[in-house]
């Protein structure tokens, strides 16, 4: 099932950007996320456990996907498309046109990903992340 983060999933959604990136996010920056009037925050989860989330920011009628990531364990289940389904919906909903995001070069899982929900390459930002260092590409859909 996917719902807007509450309370109870903030540690569930920390402990996936624990598992999931080399530059996790705390604790503190995920709660901080209830307050956020611009960011949504989507869960999946299974009897009560986060599996895997999303978070989008809207800024006058263009959304960015900021992070999206599924548990090692639970990958290859559709569980980042049930996401992506439901971040495609309620961004409409705020009135979105277009949506962005930046990916890493060697991501070929998310960048299909992407691509499946008509994303396209736009740009590539040079030796933009860190630890370690690599090339980010910009992808766009402007006809959500
Ligand atoms: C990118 C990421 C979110 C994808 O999550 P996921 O839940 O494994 O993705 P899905 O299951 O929805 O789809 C992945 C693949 O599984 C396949 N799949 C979907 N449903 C399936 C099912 N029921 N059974 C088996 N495979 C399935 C899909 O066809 C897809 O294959 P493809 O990529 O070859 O087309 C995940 O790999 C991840 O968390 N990565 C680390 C964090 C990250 O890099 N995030 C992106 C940058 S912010």
């Known amino acids: 099932m996917v719902h807007e983060m509450r ?3 903030v540690s569930g959604v920390a402990e996936v950007e624990r598992l999931c990136f080399s530059d996790p996010w705390s604790l503190e920056t995920v709660k901080d996320g209830l307050e956020s009037s611009l960011d949504t925050w ?3 989860e ?3 456990a986060v599996l895997g989330y999303c978070v989008f920011r809207v800024i006058a009628g263009e959304g960015e996907l900021l992070r999206i990531a599924v548990l ?3 990958r290859g289940r559709g569980l980042s498309k049930k996401l992506m389904d439901r971040l495609v919906e309620s961004s409409i909903k705020k009135g979105v046109k277009s949506l962005s995001l930046e990916v890493r070069e060697s991501n070929k899982k998310a960048r299909n990903l992407y691509r499946y929900y008509g994303f396209e390459e736009e740009t590539i930002r040079k030796n933009y992340y860190r630890n370690p260092c ?5 992808m766009w859909n402007r006809r959500i």
């Open 72 to 74: 090692p364990a639970y």
């Open 42 to 44: 989507l869960v999946v």
């Open 134 to 138: 690599e090339n980010a590409i910009i």
């Open 7 to 9: 309370r109870s999933d």
């Open 46 to 48: 299974e009897e009560g």
